[in-house]
């Protein structure tokens, strides 16, 4: 029997646990031409604010090792250009669209949601409350409890569409914020958006992006957001979406093992926008070779009663 690849975002169901990450996908139909959308579980689209954002200066992109600083600020057409120009094309976009919503207030996040309500083509909306890199709202509603409950809360009342919020990593304790936002009433929390992060040459002595610090992804941000994941695995019911380094199908697998029912991939798909697939593929065959019926299986199922490592205290 062909093992089952679909997962269950509380109402949200999808064909597979692969969805792109915001901000790294553009607004759902770019990638048409090199990547068919029938291999996503969903797109999470560039994240929408009430109206058009430039976002900050160049340069504000800087390869570090394996992972990328970024501080693009959240730039974007605006809730009205997506309404109208972008959102009637996605319906030949074969794959769940969720709609990243991005404020510098909470009215903000409300607008966004009361211009979309009556577009057609959207599945859903995540609340992007955890951007490093604007100076008014970004991560410090998440970094906040019982702003992140309010905010949620608020949007809540004005759609019955699923909602997810993305939680920041940049906090001592995520949990706090993904149990604000399930008693806020999010269908789901999604985590992590990136950590604030810094690139320097030591021979100009500058910053490597105009806003001196951005939001580090990539590879090597995996284990922090393992442990977040982890941690708020063990503090809420809704369903978690985990993020952060995600390049590879057995990346795909830990996430879900710690407690992810599904994941985003953000920065690996600049370098390779069909790694979805391929991954689905390898994910099909693991599931075949360990005799496991379906991927949902894996959820949650970290074996704390068995540590690798029993040696001597060093
Ligand atoms: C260039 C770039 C732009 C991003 N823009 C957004 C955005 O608009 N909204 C958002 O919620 N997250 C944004 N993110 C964060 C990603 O969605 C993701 O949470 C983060 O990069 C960690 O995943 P990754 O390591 O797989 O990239 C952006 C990330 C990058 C690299």
């Not at 969903?42 to 970024?70: D, H």
């Not at 501080?71 to 120009?85: H, P, Q, R």
């Not at 991954?279 to 299986?297: D, M, S, T, V, W």
Request: charged share 20%; with cysteine.
């Amino acid at each position: 029997m062909h093992p089952e690849l679909k997962t269950k975002l509380g109402s949200l169901h999808t064909r597979n646990p692969i969805l792109t990450a915001s901000g790294c996908y553009g607004y759902g139909e770019e990638y048409s031409d090199v990547a068919d959308a029938v291999h996503l579980g969903g797109i999470v689209t560039k994240s929408i604010s009430p109206v058009r954002w430039y976002g900050n200066s160049p340069p504000r992109l800087a390869e570090t090792g394996t992972g990328l600083i970024n501080s693009i600020g959240l730039a974007n057409v605006g809730a009205d250009s997506f309404k109208t120009e972008i959102a009637p094309r996605l319906k030949s976009v074969n794959t769940k669209i969720i709609v990243s919503i991005a404020g510098k207030t909470i009215d903000d996040y409300e607008l966004v949601v009361q211009k979309l309500e009556d577009a057609n083509n959207i599945d859903g909306y995540e609340l992007n409350i955890s951007c490093p890199n604007v100076k008014e709202g970004g991560m410090a509603f998440s970094q906040n409890p019982s702003i992140t409950e309010k905010l949620v809360k608020r949007v809540r009342k004005l759609t019955k569409r699923w909602i997810a919020a993305k939680l920041t990593p940049n906090v001592t304790k995520i949990s706090e914020g993904a149990l604000a936002a399930e008693a806020g009433g999010a269908d789901a929390v999604s985590l992590i958006n990136t950590l604030v992060g810094m690139a320097v040459d030591y021979r100009s002595r500058s910053p490597k992006i105009a806003t001196i610090t951005g939001g580090y992804s990539g590879p090597p941000v995996k284990p922090i957001a393992l442990a977040k994941v982890w941690e708020v695995y063990n503090a809420v019911k809704i369903p978690i979406i985990g993020i952060g380094g995600i390049t590879t199908w057995q990346d795909v697998l830990e996430f879900m093992i710690v407690g992810a029912s599904a994941v985003q991939i953000g920065t690996a798909l600049f370098t390779d926008p069909q790694l979805p697939e391929k991954i689905n593929k390898r994910l099909i065959q693991y599931l075949e070779e360990e005799e496991i019926g379906a991927i949902c299986e894996i959820i949650g199922t970290l074996r704390t009663d068995r540590p690798y490592n029993l040696g001597v205290p060093g």
